[in-house]
């Protein structure tokens, strides 16, 4: 079981905006503005695309941003393009034990 | 350019042991931390440890504390991430990523490597 939660899936037409949320707690999100976003299409490596909650990651397009509100981290993929088809993982700092905590994963569908 | 570059696959039988391996090329090696991940078939990324390569200072999640060990040769830029008896439950994807910030706060890794698959089975 993730220690932080998404929703398995999202959708949206090309061009159109799509968000994730990824929920924590008071130890984890709450706690640090370190939140990153990982972007993994299938059979590849994940890649950074968002660290430290708002900052965009070299290289990616500023149709990502990432906000954060409490417990809760969400990426907004703005302009849907086909090639943003992929799953979306958050993850945070979690202190000095647990150290870096995932999210399950959201699967980004362009319809 | 910074690339990690991983070991290929690996099939293995319950009760073995394995290492395998991420050599890191395009930067000085030595001065970032390397961390490792798992990937079960179907399912999210796991952080399993972290090291240092300058001085081999590593940190284990409590999930993998004692199930794995982490280790570094400075001296050709790789890390290494082993098993002393491995178990069906081991099988997965592992990545290696390079540690991307001043401080292990930051929770920013990468590039990350290609991965490298293991099977366990009898």
């Known amino acids: 079981q993730s220690a932080l939660t998404q929703p398995p899936s999202a959708s949206g037409s090309p061009g159109q905006s799509v968000t994730i949320s990824c929920a924590g707690t008071?130890?984890?999100?709450?706690?640090?503005?370190?939140v990153s976003w990982y972007q993994q299409h299938p059979g590849k490596a994940p890649k950074l695309i968002i660290y430290?909650?708002?900052q965009r990651s070299s290289g990616v397009p500023d149709r990502f941003s990432g906000s954060k509100s409490g417990n809760t981290a969400s990426l907004t993929v703005s302009g849907l393009q086909a090639e943003d088809e992929a799953e979306y993982y958050c993850?945070?700092?979690?202190?000095?034990?647990?150290?870096?905590?995932f999210g399950p994963g959201t699967m980004v569908t362009v319809l | 350019e910074v690339q990690l570059v991983q070991s290929g696959a690996e099939v293995k039988k319950p009760g073995e042991s394995l290492k395998i391996s991420c050599q890191g090329s395009?930067?000085?090696?030595?001065?970032?931390?390397i961390g490792w991940f798992r990937q079960m078939p179907g399912k999210g990324l796991e952080w399993m440890g972290i090291?240092?390569?300058?001085?081999?200072?590593?940190y284990y999640s409590p999930s993998f504390q004692g199930q794995v060990t982490i280790s570094v040769d400075k001296s050709i830029s790789t890390a290494y991430l082993q098993w002393s008896s491995l178990k069906a439950s081991d099988s997965g994807m592992y990545y290696c990523?390079?540690?991307?910030?001043?401080?292990?706060?930051?929770?920013?890794?990468?590039?990350w490597g290609q991965g490298t698959l293991l099977t366990v089975s009898s």
């Open positions: 990523a390079r540690f991307s910030a001043p401080t292990l706060t930051a929770n920013r890794f990468d590039p």
């Open positions: 395009g930067y000085e090696f030595g001065g970032w931390w």
């Open positions: 090291i240092y390569p300058h001085n081999s200072e590593a």
């Open positions: 008071s130890s984890d999100v709450g706690a640090y503005n370190y």
């Open positions: 430290e909650v708002t």
């Open positions: 993850s945070s700092y979690a202190g000095s034990i647990n150290t870096y905590v």
